[in-house]
Structure formats: C-alpha cells, structure tokens
C-alpha cells in the first residue's frame, strides 16, 4: 500500500521558516502530481500548494504566494515545502497528497483530485 509521510513541522515565531517533507513509500514510478494542504482548527481543509510533474508546473494558494515555495523529486516520490516569513494565520495541519493518473475531473486546487494522502504535520506560529 501506499504511504506518505510528512515531517518538518514544529513552533516557530512569526516571520521564521519551516521546510516540510513528504516521501512516498510502495510505489516505484512517480506521481502525476503532489500537493500541500492545510486545516486549521475549525475550519476545512485548504489548499496550500502543489506541482505537477509534467513540466515541472507549480500552483500557490494567493495567501502564500511569494512566501511558500513547493519542490521535489518526482524520481524519489518527494516534495518538500519551504515556508518563510511565517504569519500566525498559517498555524494548522499541513499534509502531502498525491495522485497518480492525470485527469481532468477536478482541478489541482480541490483535495478530491487527490487519491493518497499523509497523516499530517503540525505548524505552529506563535506571534
């Protein structure tokens, strides 16, 4: 079976950085694509960033664009995200999804395009 594994999260004051991981176990060729997502306390999930392997193509969320970089290996089914300038707003669970076949059903954006995910790695930003 597939697995997905984050870590990297931890309590870092505001403006402070984090690089979370992912790594993919049970598969041995590459996802279509990966992404990262977010829940906060209370409320749904949210999409974060991801990358679509086939031309290395990357997506943000517009509250984390200039601050979230996502990047990875599609060869060791890995992807990392690199956070600085920390806000308290982005304190929630982050976790890694992965899909494996390319579709055009839903958008990168929705979890629902996503077939395997993580358990999920807590950020906390103290202000």
């Known amino acids: 079976q597939v697995q997905l594994v984050e870590s990297g999260g931890g309590l870092v004051q505001a403006g402070g950085s984090l690089r979370l991981s992912c790594a993919v176990s049970?598969?041995?060729?590459?996802?279509?694509?990966m992404a990262w997502f977010r829940q906060a306390l209370g409320k749904e999930r949210e999409f974060v960033a991801a990358?679509?392997?086939?031309?290395?193509?990357?997506y943000y969320s517009d509250s984390v664009r200039g601050r979230f970089t996502i990047s990875g290996n599609n060869g060791k089914n890995t992807v990392y995200l690199q956070m600085n300038s920390l806000k308290p707003e982005d304190t929630a669970v982050y976790y890694c999804?992965?899909?494996?076949?390319?579709?055009?059903?839903?958008?990168?954006?929705?979890?629902?395009?996503?077939?395997?995910w993580g358990q999920g790695t807590q950020v906390t930003v103290s202000s």
């Open positions: 049970g598969r041995t060729f590459g996802s279509y694509a």
């Open positions: 999804a992965a899909v494996w076949t390319a579709t055009t059903a839903r958008p990168m954006v929705d979890p629902d395009a996503y077939s395997n």
């Open positions: 990358i679509r392997w086939r031309g290395v193509i990357t």
